[in-house]
């Protein structure tokens, strides 16, 4: 016997989660574009509702009833297949506990988000990993990997880092594939960013099979994320599965009531997807010309590639950007060591951005 307290097998396989740094010693300003927040912040009427709730001293509505009722109406969706969560994150741990134990595997993509492998380890299943193409999901790549063991696959579309997306009849191509008993997970954060014909982010495969959940987040688009709130839509047997582990009071009074005014300011909504609209075409325009290969991004931000060559790697220029005060996000871990993530910011810091770059590859930084 161990003299001490030993963790159940998987969890010190796990890399904690490192999120993207927020300072820069000696700089005057700084410009956070690691995390992929809105430039535009919250709603003012979410905002509102978090000056003015009251009754701190109660316990919150442990069903979330008015946010899921609020959400159901936006989408046209049942509120009794929707529960809500502290952040998707803590949705895709919980989906992952309810149907993942020691034995069983869980795949993802090679670039794809973090947490999963951290939900998979820490429910004691066994990571697979599908390589991608060109940094798109692969969707052979993830059935090739299927077997009598799979119980959950996670599909981030669009997917963070890259910002790359599959189509919608890819997506049915996947799910056809699946035996009927693997869950799909659509993890859907960036959706609303989306301005393709050919997306969607999967209301109608929930809506019509019985082993489909999507998560959504209120942390990105909604300016939210220091709320922490999310939530996911899924068959009603999953819903059920998934309360029975949720915790009592896992979202709080205020992230409710913020949820339902910036799900229902549709007037804030259209101006954050106008702001990137613009921003992320013209970063993507300008970045490129300064001979930085960009991966094409439907989300709120950009993949930018650096060179392998001494003075010029994405460590290097990670160092001088931080010297300007503009923050990106290194992504070492997602398998990504020559890339930087960059956030779609305020027009100040696109700016910023592009000038240092430009000055960057200019040998500028020598």
């Known amino acids: 016997m161990s003299a001490r307290p030993q963790p159940r097998p998987g969890v010190m396989q796990i890399d904690a989660y490192v999120p993207g740094k927020s300072k820069a010693a000696g700089v005057a300003k700084v410009y956070k574009l690691s995390s992929n927040e809105t430039p535009l912040g919250p709603s003012p009427t979410a905002a509102e509702a978090i000056r003015t709730f009251d009754h701190l001293e109660l316990y919150p509505d442990g069903a979330a009833t008015r946010l899921r009722e609020a959400i159901a109406a936006r989408y046209g969706l049942d509120p009794n297949r929707i529960i809500c969560g502290a952040g998707s994150d803590e949705l895709l741990a919980l989906i992952t506990h309810a149907y993942v134990g020691p034995g069983d595997e869980g795949i993802f993509t090679e670039h794809g988000f973090l947490v999963y492998r951290i939900a998979i380890l820490a429910a004691g299943g066994t990571p697979v990993v599908a390589p991608e193409k060109d940094l798109r999901t692969d969707v052979d790549a993830i059935l090739s990997r299927v077997t009598d063991k799979t119980r959950i696959v996670f599909l981030a579309n669009p997917n963070n880092p890259t910002g790359t997306y599959i189509p919608f009849d890819e997506v049915k191509r996947l799910h056809a594939g699946l035996p009927p008993h693997v869950v799909l997970v659509l993890d859907a954060a960036y959706a609303e960013y989306v301005r393709r014909n050919d997306y969607e982010s999967g209301l109608e495969l929930v809506a019509t099979s019985e082993n489909v959940v999507m998560t959504r987040t209120f942390s990105k688009i909604y300016g939210l994320a220091n709320l922490r709130l999310g939530w996911m839509v899924a068959p009603a047997h ?129």
């Open 238 to 366: 999953i819903t059920d599965a998934v309360n029975r582990i949720r915790g009592p009071f896992n979202v709080s009074g205020p992230a409710m009531a913020a949820g339902i005014a910036a799900i229902q300011d549709e007037a804030h909504l259209a101006k954050a997807v106008e702001h990137n609209e613009r921003w992320l075409a013209w970063l993507t325009r300008e970045i490129a010309a300064l001979g930085l290969k960009v991966t094409p991004s439907v989300g709120n931000f950009l993949l930018i590639h650096f060179p392998q060559e001494e003075g010029l790697t994405a460590k290097d220029a990670d160092a001088f950007l931080s010297s300007r005060g503009l923050i990106l996000r290194r992504i070492d871990a997602y398998g990504l060591p020559h890339a930087l993530r960059l956030t779609v910011g305020d027009e100040e810091a696109n700016g910023l951005v592009v000038a240092a770059l430009r000055d960057f590859m200019g040998g500028k930084n020598a």
